[in-house]
């Protein structure tokens, strides 16, 4: 959890927006407001190693301590050579002096001569050029030629020579030391989430042990009179609280440290309460419903109101906003002290949504990741004819077809876009991202969807 004080209010940020209207925030203005305001929260506290260190963010840069390659070496299987041993036109016929292997040491190549040598090994010291294997003619004791392909090499070449047509460029085949990375370099910039690639470039580099910060830990509550945990039976009017288990798989499933706060009553005392006391545990809080300003919907009001945690007074605020986005148009913004509170709207798919599409931009920030990392968005074509008012950005369930015949694939609406019903995304192969200022869509025109397989 951070200890600074500086951290300005959302307020401060707002009052410099004379145009910003609460009642009708874009969703990209939205996302990058919230990404703006919210701070850095997670501190490097653990070294790593490797194989433990994939998918989490990398707290310090990585500098290259090694050239890689460490120094040049041959890029195919054939024969090292001087390009300048090599006549202009016709073949040129050269005595092959010996052989290295990858893993070998350098050797010296004398004047006029060729060298085997393998992928990877180092070329000899003279030789600038390799000619693969498949390129060359080999002769052994004035035996006839042989296809190197086909025959096992024995290690040993009593007086073989190759020949070869002209026409070879002078550098062919040949990887330069330090020409994927330079010492000094910076190998792995701060702020990435690791990925295997990037653990493999660690491990090019001899580096067991990565500096990486702690998981960023989100706290999730569910709040409504109406919720019941899964496993309870049900009286008449109550449903099963499926948001939290929603939103806590997705805090895992982006990295972060999922803490589960449960669920609380739509009662004003015990939610400032539960809300005050759970700082202490988390860094930044997430709830589900009372997000738009029903009769029950108190979490503005709440965190409107100055809180008190262990005789400590803590500051609070609080934003209602209305986005130009559907499902996802209520948002409560509030503060706790230092820690920012996300107050998502109640029905399943406004609150799956409203974090993807709306604060996990903040929540990459806070958690110490430099570049927020985009929703991954594929091309399709609409399936059908699709109704749309321009004024808000709307966020369609979509099944995906991909015909041979298509250049796309093409989209159909999944079932039921009810914010209320949850089957649907889960039955849908991704988000189709139908613009604010888009009017209706014409089957066949191109659509931008965020394919959901893979990333939750
Ligand atoms: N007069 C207005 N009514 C509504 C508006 C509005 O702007 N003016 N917005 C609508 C939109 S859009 C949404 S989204 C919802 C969001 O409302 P709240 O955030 O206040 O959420 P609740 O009223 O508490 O609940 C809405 C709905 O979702 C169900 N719910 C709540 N929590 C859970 C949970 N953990 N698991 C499963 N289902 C949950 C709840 O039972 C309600 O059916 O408001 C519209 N109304
Ligand atoms: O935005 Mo509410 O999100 O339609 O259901």
Redesign the pocket.
């Known amino acids: 959890m951070s200890t600074s004080t500086d951290w300005p209010s959302l307020a401060s940020l707002l009052a410099r927006l004379p145009d910003f209207n609460p009642d009708a925030v874009p969703v990209a203005q939205a996302r990058e407001l919230l990404a703006d305001w919210v701070a850095p929260r997670v501190q490097a506290r653990s070294m790593l190693v490797q194989a433990e260190a994939l998918g989490r963010v990398l707290a310090r840069d990585v500098v290259a301590r090694l050239d890689l390659p460490p120094c040049d070496n041959a890029a195919m299987d054939g024969y090292a050579l001087r390009h300048a041993d090599l006549k202009p036109e016709g073949d040129t016929t050269l005595p092959v002096a010996g052989r290295t292997l990858a893993g070998d040491p350098p050797a010296t190549l004398p004047p006029g001569q060729a060298w085997r040598i393998m992928t990877g090994a180092p070329m000899p010291a003279g030789a600038d050029t390799v000619v693969m294997q498949e390129h060359v003619q080999r002769r052994t004791n004035d035996t006839a030629p042989h296809d190197t392909r086909a025959q096992p090499d024995t290690g040993t070449h009593p007086q073989e020579t190759i020949t070869l047509p002209a026409g070879q460029k002078p550098g062919q085949n040949v990887r330069r030391r330090g020409e994927d990375i330079r010492t000094g370099q910076t190998a792995l910039p701060a702020g990435r989430i690791l990925s295997p690639m990037d653990l493999g470039v660690a491990a090019s580099q001899g580096i067991v042990d990565l500096p990486v910060f702690g998981p960023l830990k989100v706290g999730v509550f569910?709040?409504?009179n109406?919720?019941v945990q899964s496993g309870q039976p049900l009286a008449a009017g109550q449903?099963?609280?499926?948001?939290?288990p929603?939103l806590l798989a997705l805090a895992r499933n982006r990295g972060f440290e999922a803490i589960d706060l449960g669920?609380l009553p739509?009662d004003p005392a015990i939610l400032t309460k539960a809300l005050a006391s759970s700082i202490d545990q988390v860094d930044v809080l997430l709830t589900?419903?009372?997000?738009?300003?029903?009769d029950?919907?108190l979490?503005w009001h709440v965190l409107s109101q100055p809180m008190h945690h262990q005789g400590m007074a803590l500051p609070t605020e609080a934003h209602a906003w209305?986005l130009k986005l559907?499902?996802?148009?209520?948002l409560?913004i509030g503060r706790i002290g230092q820690t920012p509170v996300f107050?998502?709207?109640?029905?399943?798919?406004?609150?799956l949504l409203s974090f993807l599409f709306v604060i996990d931009a903040a929540l990459q920030k806070m958690a110490g990741i430099t570049a927020p990392r985009p929703l991954p968005r594929i091309r399709a074509r609409a399936g059908t004819a699709i109704r749309k008012r321009p004024g808000r950005q709307e966020l369609l369930r979509v099944t995906l077809c991909y015909h041979e015949s298509d250049d796309l694939p093409v989209a159909m609406p999944a079932g039921s876009q009810s914010?209320?019903q949850?089957r649907s995304v889960a039955e849908a192969d991704g988000i189709a991202v139908l613009p604010e200022d888009q009017g209706p869509v014409a089957e066949g025109d191109r659509l931008d969807v965020v394919p959901l397989h893979g990333l939750l």
């Open positions: 569910s709040t409504g109406e919720l449903i099963h609280d499926s948001n939290r929603t669920w739509d589900t419903g009372g997000a738009a300003g029903g029950a919907d979490l209305k559907r499902p996802g148009r209520p409560v107050g998502l709207p109640g029905n399943p798919v406004a609150a914010s209320a949850l």
